[in-house]
């Protein structure tokens, strides 16, 4: 059951991936589309991760095909090394790097933000339960 889950959340993110990327495309040679999706992917997979571990618990199977199905064909460590070297072979080595640490940092923030949203979401709801309990 497992790998049907990854499999149907793979299909689903890789899907969307594409659409992303045709939709948003580049900026001035400067592969956006990809940094876009790798941030937004890094935080709702912190803020899933968090949120379903603390507030809402769902079945290991469901966080499987979500997680690593959905976002991990949604986002792509493999484009994202394409795209770098694109811009260092053509030239562009300032952007080549502000690629890298636009991709790297913003990833690691984002996912950051995620944790601490859904960290506080869960103290939220339980805070909001001990009013109605009380």
Known sequence: MNYLAVAAGGVAGAC??????EWMGT???FPIATVV????????LAWFYTI???RFPVHPTIRLG????????FTTFSTFTVDFWKLWQSGEWLMAA???LLSVIGGIGAALLG???ATRQSRLAVSDEAHEEA
């Not at 999706?37 to 709702?44: A, C, D, E, L, M």
């Not at 979500?66 to 064909?73: D, P, Y």
């Open 52 to 54: 379903t571990l603390e």
């Open 66 to 73: 979500i997680g690593t199905g959905l976002v991990g064909a």
């Open 27 to 29: 900026l001035r040679g």
């Open 98 to 100: 502000g690629y890298i």
């Open 16 to 21: 969307l991936r594409f659409f992303v990327t």
């Open 115 to 117: 944790y601490a949203t």
């Open 37 to 44: 999706i790798n941030i937004v992917g890094s935080f709702f």
